[in-house]
């Protein structure tokens, strides 16, 4: 388990990270986390010798991600952690990644801020407008993501009024809407 904690509610499990990152990057490849949460993308990247650019808007965020990245290993990987809002990254050239993955919130299921951050997308609680403010996020990720290269996105649905909302059907379609193709839809139990 490295430095991994499981005390940040909405952590992606690690061997979800791990499969991905194995499955579509190779060493030393440039791995993106746009929203790097308790820092499980960083801490497998470490472990498995990629670079990583780790963002979000939220400072905990950040300080925890550089905590848990306080551990030895035996390769050469970098990691830039940068506070950064995910539907502006101008810092990261075009088609700078070679392999972008992150675990955005499931619009306000977990509040990661409070509100206290503006920017924070754990904030909005209408659907649509969470949908339209991802997609702004899907055009960045396409922007830096070397062409021929993957982007995987771990989204969970929702309810409203105790209706089920496929909230993971809506943000994979926008997606699709800025150039994305879809290579296969993982099913998580």
């Not at 430095?3 to 490849?29: C, F, M, Q």
């Not at 700078?96 to 977990?110: G, Q, R, S, W």
Request: proline share 2%; net charge neutral; aromatic share 8%.
């Amino acid at each position: 388990w490295a430095t991994h904690k499981s005390d940040w509610r909405g952590n992606w499990a690690p061997e979800v990270v791990r499969n991905l990152i194995l499955r579509y990057s190779k060493e030393k490849d440039h791995l993106l986390d746009c929203m790097i949460g308790g820092g499980t993308t960083a801490i497998e990247a470490k472990i498995l010798n990629r670079h990583i650019t780790c963002v979000d808007v939220n400072e905990e965020a950040l300080e925890r991600t550089k905590k848990s990245l306080e551990f030895k290993v035996e390769n050469t990987a970098k990691q830039r952690i940068m506070k950064c809002d995910a539907r502006d990254m101008e810092f990261i050239k075009d088609e700078e990644i070679d392999f972008a993955l992150t675990h955005p919130p499931y619009v306000d299921i977990v509040k990661y801020s409070e509100g206290k951050i503006k920017t924070d997308l754990s904030n909005i609680h209408d659907i649509e407008e969470f949908v339209i403010e991802i997609g702004k996020v899907a055009k960045e990720l396409h922007r830096v993501l070397k062409t021929g290269k993957f982007c995987a996105v771990l989204m969970g649905d929702t309810r409203r009024n105790k209706m089920y909302q496929p909230l993971d059907f809506k943000v994979m379609t926008k997606f699709l809407e800025c150039g994305f193709q879809l290579k296969e839809d993982i099913i998580k139990k």
